[in-house]
């Protein structure tokens, strides 16, 4: 939603939430205040946990508790996290195998204040020389950063990291020297572990917010 429209909805008086949740937690886990999404004070956030609720980063590679603004796995925690997964009604005898713990999937930090701001999901991460990159950043960075015109796709194996750039002509060479630097820069990747190439149309989900299909055939 664009800030004109957020404003537009103010103006008719209209309080619009920005929430976060997913369905092990009945739906909801945190809440962004609408004052600071007016006033943009916390513009990109999720909010905060609702009543009852507590969130935490956990790092990727350790498992232990992050601190503000590193980036690891949501984490959250709450009396409505549910029980836990059935495949039949025995599974119902269980008991509470979450203990109210419910690991999100969901890549993000917190800020020095406790919101919390999502920048990725956990399987959109690749695992090259040891160490851990989220393909959803890299795709925000060259967007962004590098590419400021052209639409990117970024997904990867333990291998390689491959970029698909939406554009009908062959990326050149000053190009790709460019987008490699940037990215041996930001990330410190290895130039063999880079691949760039140019695809007519990036495929698309066919939902409102055209996501991008992160097949690594499509890629490669």
């Known amino acids: 939603m664009s800030r004109d429209s957020e404003q537009k909805k103010f103006k008719n008086n209209i309080r619009f939430y920005i929430m976060y949740g997913q369905t092990e937690a009945t739906a909801r886990m945190t809440c962004l205040p609408y004052e600071k999404l007016w006033n943009g004070e916390k513009t990109g956030s999720v909010g905060i946990p609702i009543s009852g609720g507590k969130v935490h980063i956990e790092d990727l590679n350790t498992g232990k508790k992050c601190h503000a603004y590193e980036r690891g796995e949501i984490i959250y925690t709450g009396d409505n996290v549910c029980m836990g997964y059935a495949e039949s009604y025995k ?67 333990d291998r390689r990291v491959y970029i698909a750039i939406e554009c009908d002509e062959v990326i050149d060479h000053q190009m790709t020297a460019y987008i490699l630097k940037a990215l041996i820069k930001e990330y410190n990747l290895k130039k063999s572990e880079i691949i760039i190439k140019n695809i007519g149309e990036i495929p698309r989900l066919h939902n409102e917010y055209k996501s991008k299909v992160k097949y690594m055939k499509t890629y490669k």
């Open 91 to 157: 599974d119902l005898e269980s008991g509470y195998n979450n203990e109210n713990i419910l690991k999100t999937g969901d890549i993000g930090y917190v800020d020095k204040d406790d919101y919390l701001y999502i920048t990725g999901r956990l399987k959109h991460i690749v695992k090259l020389h040891g160490k851990r990159y989220n393909t959803d950043e890299i795709e925000d960075f060259l967007e962004s950063v590098v590419l400021e015109s052209k639409e990117v796709c970024v997904t990867g194996d």
